[in-house]
């Protein structure tokens, strides 16, 4: 399910398409209280913002659907989050990361800018696994030469009553940190 925000186009100089998973989608929250929202209020109209994240998505779903998503919203700049379902159900890497590289280059193609938003896994899923499903996603920024948030969860993925009862989604409360990590790339690409 598409979780569309966005207001007239005239009103902006630039879309930002937001193109996730359930983080991004805002599952389990309140409507309106996920970190898209959040951007959106600290963007005070200065940007469209456009939620085609979709909860359960994989890199696969989205590679499926990005070419529609870029004709459809002509976005000046992609938050790219997607990858975290590929690892729980344990995909082989190589597929993730060229699903990744290829909706990377999707957008290059349309002339928008990506930021890559780096997910990391518990660590049951071991460490040989979960270091290198970590490290794909700055060795992508690396190569493509694209923005990175190292990792969504910084500064709380430790602190489990920032977790909805999962233990897996942020919740209300993380939002804002959420946000806060992924300005930290965002805000400068927007001049901000």
């Given at each position: ?8 186009e ?26 898209v ?23 696969s ?39 990744l ?19 990391r ?72």
């Amino acid at each position: 399910m598409f979780a569309f925000l966005f207001l007239p186009e005239t009103a902006f100089s630039a879309t930002i398409l937001i193109f996730g998973d359930s983080l991004s989608a805002g599952y389990g929250l309140p409507a309106g209280k996920g970190w898209v929202n959040l951007l959106e209020k600290r963007l005070s109209g200065r940007f469209s913002v456009v939620n085609a994240s979709i909860s359960g998505e994989t890199t696969s779903g989205g590679l499926s659907r990005i070419e529609e998503a870029l004709e459809r919203f002509s976005p000046s700049i992609v938050v790219l989050e997607l990858g975290a379902n590929d690892g729980l159900q344990g995909q082989p890497l190589s597929i993730t990361r060229d699903n990744l590289d290829a909706m990377v280059r999707a957008c290059r193609k349309r002339h928008a800018r990506v930021l890559l938003v780096g997910m990391r896994l518990p660590p049951n899923y071991g460490r040989k696994y979960s270091g290198e499903f970590a490290q794909m996603y700055p060795e992508i920024a690396k190569a493509r030469k694209i923005a990175l948030v190292p990792f969504m969860m910084e500064g709380f993925a430790g602190n489990l009553a920032d977790f909805q009862p999962d233990g897996r989604h942020p919740s209300v409360a993380a939002q804002k940190m959420v946000l806060d990590n992924i300005w930290k790339e965002l805000g400068p690409m927007l001049g901000l």
